[in-house]
């Protein structure tokens, strides 16, 4: 796992994958990692640990930002606890903005069907959003401040 910030100078030819962890607590900044392959589910850096969980859901998910007048945006999948609603675990609004986004932007039908403010969205416990590596990619998560 590499550790991506404005000072590294990382190309997408330096790894595969780019996951930005989000913590249910927003008090703790949002940390991007690398990885060569997939992702991994096993061992300290897998999926499995960062999201604090025994079984992993994978859904799809949006990061959009308008900045300086330009559109920035990564449709990537986030991985995140599948049983955790059922466990009453805690909503984790940076990763559930990630999901509306995507409803919104993807599922025109499925949102006009739901009322998004009961939560039908929500991800709850720790996420992580997870893009394949390019260098407009690398960029914005490492330009990412926490939400």
Not at 8 to 23: E, G, K, P, Q
Not at 69 to 86: A, H, I, S, V
């Amino acid at each position: 796992m590499t550790q991506v910030t404005k000072d590294n100078d990382y190309t997408a030819d330096s790894f595969d994958h780019v996951a930005l962890r989000i913590s249910v607590n927003s008090d703790i900044p949002m940390k991007t990692s690398t990885w060569t392959g997939e992702p991994p589910f096993q061992g300290s850096n897998g999926m499995y640990e960062q999201c604090g969980c025994k079984m992993i859901q994978i859904v799809p998910a949006l990061f959009w930002n308008p900045k300086n007048g330009k559109n920035f945006e990564m449709q990537g999948e986030l991985y995140c606890d599948e049983e955790g609603l059922l466990t009453n675990k805690t909503v984790n609004w940076r990763a559930s903005q990630l999901r509306k986004w995507y409803l919104e932007r993807n599922n025109k039908e499925l949102v006009n069907s739901i009322d998004l403010h009961t939560g039908d969205y929500n991800i709850v416990g720790d996420a992580c959003f997870v893009v394949k590596a390019s260098d407009e990619n690398i960029s914005i998560l490492a330009d990412m401040k926490k939400n």
